[in-house]
C-alpha cells in the first residue's frame, strides 16, 4: 500500500476534477485504489465514480465528500468522518466502517454486502434504509432500525450479524 504525497494526492484530485469538468474528454478518473489516505483531509471532495477499491482510508476526513458511484469496495473507512457524505450508488462490497461517522450520509442505491458497520454513528437523516444491499453485514444494535425499514430486509435478515458497537 503505498502513501501518498500530498502533491501527488492533489495532481490526481486535479486530474479527477479536470475529468469530470469536461465529461471524460480531459483529466483522468482518479484512481487511488490501494493507496494510504489514513488520516488524510478530504472534505467536500468530488471523488464521482472514483476508484479507491482496497484504499486505506481509515480516521480519514471525507465529509460531505462526493463519492457518488465510486468504487470503495474492500477499503478500510474504520473511524473515517462521512458525516454528510454522498455514498449513493457506491460499491461498498466487504468494505470496514467500524466506528465511521455516517450521520447525514446518504447510502441511496450503496451495495453493502459484506460490510462491518459495527460501532458506526447512524443518524435518523442518514439514508441508510435505502441502500440498494445489505447481505452478510455486520452492525451494532444502534443500526438495526434503519435496517429493518429496508424492503429487502425479510430476504437478508438471517444473513445481518448485530454485534455490541465495542468489538473491533
Known amino acids: 500500500m503505498k502513501k501518498l504525497t500530498q502533491e501527488e494526492l492533489n495532481q490526481i484530485l486535479q486530474q479527477h476534477s479536470l475529468w469530470l469538468e469536461t465529461e471524460g474528454d480531459q483529466g483522468a478518473r482518479a484512481d487511488l485504489s490501494r ?4 488520516h488524510v ?3 467536500d471532495v468530488d471523488l464521482y465514480c472514483a476508484n479507491l477499491s482496497r484504499a486505506n482510508l481509515s480516521h480519514a476526513q ?3 465528500a462526493q463519492l457518488t458511484g465510486a468504487d ?3 477499503a478500510d473507512l ?3 468522518q462521512l458525516s454528510g ?4 450508488y ?6 470496514n466502517l467500524r466506528r465511521a461517522d455516517l450521520t447525514s450520509a446518504n447510502l441511496a442505491q450503496a451495495d453493502l454486502t459484506s460490510v462491518s458497520l459495527s460501532g458506526a454513528r447512524i443518524s435518523t437523516d442518514t439514508r441508510l434504509h435505502q441502500c440498494s444491499v445489505f447481505g452478510h ?3 451494532s444494535p444502534e443500526a438495526l432500525p434503519w435496517l429493518i425499514l429496508h424492503p429487502q430486509w425479510a430476504e437478508c435478515k438471517s444473513s445481518v450479524a448485530v454485534v455490541e458497537g465495542s468489538q473491533e
Open 35 to 38: 493507496a494510504d489516505l489514513s
Open 41 to 43: 483531509q478530504l472534505t
Open 62 to 64: 471525507l465529509s460531505g
Open 72 to 74: 470503495l469496495s474492500h
Open 78 to 80: 474504520s473511524y473515517a
Open 85 to 88: 457524505a454522498n455514498l449513493s
Open 90 to 95: 457506491a460499491d461498498l462490497t466487504r468494505a
Open 137 to 139: 453485514l455486520t452492525c
